[in-house]
Every structure is written in structure tokens, then in C-alpha cells.
């Protein structure tokens, strides 16, 4: 399973990121695959965002889930994140991941986003 995302790069404070992994190799509706968002801030640790499963199910980190919604486009193999009311403090490379069997698989390459007026 190959990832890739897609997204804006700079963003402005109090707008609403929406980033894009598209999905090759497999399809987003198989039984049991998750689809998860990852982002790294400069200097820090991998922090998780949430997922979507092969169902079309969500779940999202407690700390984010009131700014966090994942979707997804079966006919286009692509789900996406869209993290409203963004700081400076959401700036990282944000990855898209899939994850099966009880660890991450693949990752996509990683998209830097930079919220700055």
C-alpha cells in the first residue's frame, strides 16, 4: 500500500486545514484496515490525530477532536483531514498512515504545513 498526501502548505491562523492522502495498492473499504493522520511539530514527537476504518468509522485524539474531522471518498480511494480553527501551533509535517494488524504498515511521505499570518 503506497500513501500520498496532498495539502495547502502555509496556512492562516483561524482558518480550517484540509489535507488529502490518496490511496494506492488497496482499497480504503478493506475489512479491517485503518486509515490514520499523524503530524510531527518542529522539534517534538509524533503526535496522532485520529483514523477512519475500512467502515467508515472515526476516532480522534482527545486533545484535537473538537477542531478534527477525517472523511473519506471511496470512489477516489482518498480520505481527508480537515483541522479547523488553526494556531501556530498546529505547524508540522502532518503524515497519512495505514494501519492493520496492530502497527502502521506504511506512511506517506509527509506534507509540511506552516500556519502563519
Known amino acids: 500500500v503506497q500513501l500520498q498526501e496532498s495539502g495547502p502548505g502555509p496556512v492562516k491562523p483561524s482558518q480550517t486545514l484540509s489535507l488529502t492522502c490518496t490511496v494506492s495498492?488497496?482499497?480504503?473499504?478493506?475489512?479491517?484496515?485503518?486509515w490514520m493522520w499523524i503530524r510531527q511539530p518542529p522539534g517534538k514527537g509524533l503526535e496522532w490525530i485520529g483514523y477512519i476504518t475500512s467502515s467508515g468509522s472515526t476516532n480522534y485524539s482527545p486533545s484535537l477532536k473538537s477542531r478534527t474531522s477525517i472523511s473519506r471518498d471511496t470512489s477516489k480511494n482518498q480520505f481527508t483531514l480537515q483541522l479547523s480553527s488553526v494556531t501556530p501551533e498546529d505547524t508540522a509535517v502532518y503524515y497519512c498512515?495505514?494501519?492493520?494488524?496492530?502497527?502502521?504498515?506504511?506512511w506517506g511521505q509527509g506534507t509540511q504545513v506552516t500556519v502563519s499570518s
Open positions: 498512515a495505514f494501519y492493520y494488524s496492530n502497527y502502521v504498515n506504511s
Open positions: 495498492g488497496d482499497s480504503i473499504t478493506t475489512t479491517n484496515y485503518w
